[in-house]
């Protein structure tokens, strides 16, 4: 129990000393990240007037001769406007078009920040997460013509596609993954059993893109825990992700026979450059917090000046708020049951201190749990620290103490009676770095947002108007 109840004293401490300027922080930030990034109910300029007309009516809009389909945008759209109702096609456009912008710019010029592995060790692979949200996207927008065209199917569903499912024999798994009882520090293959995953058929299909599965097709598609499954010869997982490729394949193929495969391929391309424009923002500091690791932040914040930071100080005291002290009292009871009744006996109205010399069990007893004036300092015992996380003039909740394991439980109640509040010192550690990466953030914002709306300006675009209608 000591270590949780640390832990937990540890977020209280740090919600009550900080949680009024951050919520005024946080509040700040997400103004100006808005303002910024042009994320509001309407487009930072309007594409319908500043570019050129375009009338293929299979497309939306066409960026440096580059099409982005009106499929697309009908998708694209249908997805935002789940989440804001308001949200204007004209405004899912522009969001389109500079991804599209952005994502360039990404590839030439942040690659090595921004580009996902193509083998991650723990997570999936960044084309499997594609493929994966490209069907669950089609999933939502199409869910009824989907169903209907699987329930026209010979059989009603999928399984009328497959025509023969691997038997995966132990021998030939041995030969994929070793033997059983073998003790394992990672799940990975080496490239002679990825060559025998790739003669191990999972399931054949009628579907002309997925003639044959194999177990290799379907090991490259998991993640940490679904390679675990494969080395512990779990044939009904394998089988089971067999049959959810076999599903992403059928939307795909169905998507591509209603709407075209170059229109597909556009949306999967759409997609694709949002996570990447994802990765830029982030690297950029956009819905991070200032503690969060990105390499152009950290060089940002190195860049930042004293007196930066002190013009930051100035402008911005409320975020440095910090109590300097507080007056308690408290009092120990030997059980929780003990500890509940002082606390109904408080809220009707009895004197907290007259209540600690009848009721406590600690040696302050009879100058009614008086704890005195405590200070903010390094090292605080876990009850004034406690006291710290109160709110004056309430009564807390009974807290189990931290003792050890052979140690005689026992809970305390505390009610703060003063509390003085003031600042961080200007030229401390904590302002400086706070600062710093505050004022990092805000520089790597407006970097984003100028090169956003410099990609849009300089872009030669043609726009379909009727596509926004």
Not at 254 to 276: C, H, I, K, P, T
Not at 362 to 372: F, P, R
Request: hydrophobic share 45%.
């Amino acid at each position: 129990m000591q270590a949780p109840l640390f832990r937990h004293l540890f977020r209280q401490l740090f919600l009550h000393l900080f949680q009024h300027h951050l919520l005024q922080f946080f509040q700040q930030r997400l103004l100006f990240l808005m303002m910024v990034l042009g994320l509001c109910a309407y487009p930072s300029f309007s594409l319908a007037q500043t570019a050129a007309a375009l009338h293929d009516p299979t497309l939306a809009a066409r960026v440096n001769g580059v099409a982005v389909h009106r499929f697309t945008l009908d998708v694209m759209a249908y997805m935002a406007q789940l989440s804001d109702p308001k949200t204007s096609r004209a405004v899912v456009l522009e969001s389109l078009l500079a991804n599209r912008l952005l994502a360039q710019t990404a590839r030439r010029d942040f690659a090595e920040y921004t580009t996902p592995a193509s083998a991650n060790r723990v997570g999936f692979a960044a084309e499997v997460a594609l493929d994966d949200q490209l069907s669950g996207t089609l999933r939502t927008v199409y869910r009824d013509p989907i169903e209907a065209s699987i329930k026209n199917l010979a059989g009603g569903n999928l399984n009328s596609l497959v025509l023969e499912r691997g038997k995966l024999a132990t021998d030939q798994l041995d030969l994929v993954f070793g033997p059983s009882d073998k003790v394992l520090l990672d799940y990975q293959l080496t490239p002679s059993q990825l060559s025998a995953a790739k003669r191990q058929m999972l399931l054949r299909s009628s579907l002309v893109t997925a003639t044959s599965i194999s177990l290799y097709d379907i090991f490259l598609r998991q993640n940490v825990q679904g390679r675990v499954e494969f080395f512990n010869r779990n044939r009904d997982y394998m089988q089971q992700q067999a049959m959810l490729l076999l599903g992403n394949l059928y939307l795909q193929q169905w998507a591509n026979q209603r709407f075209g495969a170059d229109a597909v391929a556009d949306l999967r391309l759409a997609l694709s450059e949002q996570m990447e424009v994802r990765a830029l923002m982030s690297l950029h500091g956009v819905g991070a917090d200032i503690d969060s690791e990105s390499p152009l932040l950290n060089r940002l914040a190195v860049q930042v000046t004293p007196a930066e930071v002190q013009s930051y100080f100035q402008t911005h005291k409320e975020e440095f708020k910090r109590i300097i002290s507080v007056k308690a009292r408290h009092i120990r009871s030997a059980d929780e049951a003990s500890a509940r009744s002082v606390i109904d006996a408080a809220a009707k109205g009895a004197d907290f201190s007259q209540l600690a010399q009848q009721y406590s069990k600690a040696a302050d007893a009879s100058h009614g749990g008086d704890l005195g004036l405590i200070m903010h300092r390094s090292k605080m015992s876990w009850l004034e620290e406690l006291a710290f996380m109160q709110d004056v003039g309430k009564v807390s909740p009974p807290f189990r103490a931290a003792v050890g394991p052979k140690e005689q439980a026992y809970w305390e109640i505390v009610l703060v009676e003063q509390r003085k509040e003031g600042y961080q010192d200007p030229k401390s550690e904590t302002v400086r770095y706070q600062a710093a990466r505050a004022l990092a953030q805000e520089k790597a914002l407006r970097q984003i947002s100028n090169l956003r709306q410099q990609l849009l300006k300089n872009a030669k675009i043609e726009i379909n108007r009727q596509s926004l209608g």
